[in-house]
């Protein structure tokens, strides 16, 4: 397989599922915004937690070039789908949908018409969904269009290396994200002042269900929602689809197929993932990362970008990119 197409494929599972990852997240944020509980005494410290979301994309410079404040309304709008977030929504919609475009005969015709008709409803018309209060239905019509798109994938794509190099994106996908997410809970959980800790059960409520892990959490759980339970969860479980542990022992076997059905390949991304994979899984517990031991959740990021330039260098010819270059249009042909 040309390494372009490869990089095509591996982009695009890793833009749907940013895009379904922000969505969640908006739309969670937003309803735990509104139904966060008042705490007596706790003036000043139950407020909107829309300014810890911004360091999920590590573009918070980007946002305050445009906005003097982060609130309900600026914040969703830079997520969502302001052209100047490349990593908002709108962009990674479009940007899939790009890469897609140059891959007709790679993919199913229901896959292409899936992500086009996701890009023709939520890539345009945007400036009416805050005026209309109708953020919660433009998230859910995105991650909609993530799940629709993935099972149709599921479905219909030939187990060759065009799958799995989709599913590589969306396994490193996930495991970034939750590693980010649970980067921002414990910054907001810093210093928090005894009678804010009301606030534990909430907040845990929401980071659960920005992973759709609520339900999953609460079978295996039924006790307070605790910060470090949740944690141990989302980091270590080896049998929720979202968690870390999970998805990098996945991406390893991944790799691996790649490397069957690319025979000669340096197995550089392979040897990463299956050891990150193994630390977590032989991890006594979840304390020497949240007390910022090694591996600290910065330490994770950073072995989880390693994975992706080892990937990149291998197979697409490029070293040190997270992201390529934006798409080259936005026509709806």
Known sequence: MLSRIAENLYWIGRYIERAENTASLLDVNYHANVEAPVIPGAKGIVTEQWAPLLTLTDDEAAFREHFDRADGRTVPEWLAFHPQNSSSIRASLARAREDARGLRDRISLEMWETLNRAYLELCFSTDRV???DGLHEYCVAAREASHLFSGIAYATLPRDLGWYFLLAGQQLERADNVLRLLQVRERQGVGLEPVARGLENHRGMAL???????????????????????????????DFPRSVRHNLAALQGTLENIERLNP??????????????????????????????EPGLETLLQEVSAISDAISSTYFGVTGVDQPPEPRGESAA
Request: glycine share 6%; charged share 25%.
């Open 130 to 132: 805050l005026e209309q």
């Open 208 to 238: 659960l269900k920005s992973v759709s892990a609520y339900e999953a959490f609460r079978k295996r759980h039924h006790v307070a929602l605790e910060a470090r339970r949740i944690a141990a969860f989302l980091l270590l479980d080896p």
């Open 264 to 293: 000669g390949a340096p197995g550089t991304a392979t040897r990463q993932a299956g050891w990150l994979a193994a630390r977590l899984e032989y991890m006594q517990g979840v304390e020497p990362i949240l007390d910022a031991k």
